[in-house]
């Protein structure tokens, strides 16, 4: 029952990433799905990968991504289209 709960809830916020235009909201949604696939990694008992995805995914790449919208903002790109 947890394991089609947690996928139901990555599959949702998997496409609210791709369907987002504020960059933000989509990067939030980004680490939401990673989390989630982190909880299943670990229902699946791959606790190795799980601990070594949630290092890269929701750590650096959540980090990463959030300085590069940074970044044009500074070149003047906006986050929302109207």
């Known amino acids: 029952m ?5 996928l139901v809830l ?6 609210l ?6 960059l933000i909201r989509a990067l939030v ?4 799905a990673s989390v989630f696939l982190i909880l299943l ?3 699946y008992r791959a606790t190795d990968v799980a601990l070594a ?3 890269v995914s929701t750590g650096a790449t959540t980090v990463l991504f959030l300085a590069i919208i940074k970044k044009l ?10």
């Open 2 to 6: 947890m394991i089609e709960l947690f």
């Open 10 to 15: 990555f599959l949702i916020s998997s496409l």
């Open 17 to 22: 990433v791709v369907l987002e235009k504020r």
């Open 29 to 32: 949604f980004l680490a939401l």
């Open 41 to 43: 990694l670990y229902l």
């Open 53 to 55: 995805f949630s290092i």
């Open 73 to 82: 903002e500074r070149f003047g790109y906006e986050r929302e289209y109207h």
